[in-house]
């Protein structure tokens, strides 16, 4: 974890380490995604979905509880 300070018009320096692991350039545009409390500034990728495979925990399996539902709702 690195710690950052915001200069004077709300900017950000990114550490040297973390602009070269993830291919930031000058110019490069990034998503700000805020989550409650939580800011995230997403680098850009060149395939969205191979990138976002695999997020999401195998367990619990969120469709098996969908279905566990659906079959008490059917009853």
């Known amino acids: 974890m ?3 300070k915001t200069l004077a018009k709300g ?3 990114i550490p ?3 602009r070269r692991r993830h291919g930031i350039k000058p ?3 990034m998503q700000l995604l805020e989550y409650g409390d939580v800011l995230y500034l997403i ?4 395939d969205p979905v ?5 997020i999401l925990p195998l367990k619990p399996s969120l469709t098996e509880k969908l279905l566990r539902e659906r079959r008490k709702d059917f009853r």
Do not use: K, N, R
């Not at 680098?43 to 060149?46: A, S």
């Not at 191979?50 to 695999?54: L, Q, R, T």
């Open 2 to 4: 690195a710690t950052v």
């Open 11 to 13: 900017q950000i320096v």
């Open 16 to 18: 040297a380490e973390f």
């Open 27 to 29: 110019g490069t545009e």
């Open 43 to 46: 680098p850009p990728v060149d």
């Open 50 to 54: 191979e990138a976002a495979s695999g």
